[in-house]
């Protein structure tokens, strides 16, 4: 025999069930869990591309601002250094940029047409600078200062499309060709 409680279990259970399928809550939760890994993905790698972006606007207007003083001859004159120009553009770009991941090239060439401004990093993604040196020039002659920043990737999953350099790095370059002013030396 077959009481009321027995055959109260199974539709307890099926009415159980039913609210189960019922529900959403978590559905929200869940939904997020699905998309966070890419969206975060995303964002940083937007975060990365911005930063890249605004060092190197930094870098150009740091390279703009120091090469304008061995256009003048005031870097000559004054008996500046390597060292001494090396400083200037990292009293310029020290907020934003570690001044040790800093490479200056400074050369004079006979005309534009020869100016030399291919990139340094060799075949196995690292920088080349045994050609690099430091020599401003005098008046009227031309002039090529390039000064590249070796960019420390955030984002390792992201860096293989961003990075131009071996160990996730970019580097980035900033470079301008002038023609030295008429200067007393």
């Known amino acids: 025999m077959t009481t009321a409680s ?55 207007n740091a390279v703009l601002e120091s090469a304008r003083k061995i256009r003048t001859g005031e870097a000559q004159t004054g ?11 990292c009293n310029l770009i020290s907020t934003v940029a570690d001044c040790d991941k800093l490479e200056i090239d400074v050369q004079v060439f006979e005309d534009f047409d020869t100016v030399d401004q291919s990139s340094p990093i060799d075949e196995n993604g690292a920088l080349d600078n045994s050609d690099f040196g430091w020599e401003p020039g005098d008046a009227g002659d031309i002039v090529l200062v390039r000064v590249f920043y070796r960019w420390s990737l955030m984002t390792p999953n992201f860096g293989g499309a961003l990075s131009n350099m071996e160990n996730n790095q970019r580097l980035i370059t900033s470079a301008t060709v002038f023609r030295n002013e008429p200067f007393d030396d």
């Open 6 to 60: 027995d055959t109260a279990a199974p539709k307890r259970h099926q009415a159980q069930l039913a609210r189960f399928c019922r529900a959403d809550n978590g559905a929200t939760a869940i939904e997020f869990a699905m998309i966070a890994a890419p969206f975060f993905l995303l964002l940083f790698a937007m975060i990365e591309i911005a930063a890249v972006f605004f060092t190197g606007t930094v870098l150009e």
């Open 79 to 89: 008996g500046m250094s390597q060292a001494g120009f090396r400083q200037e553009v």
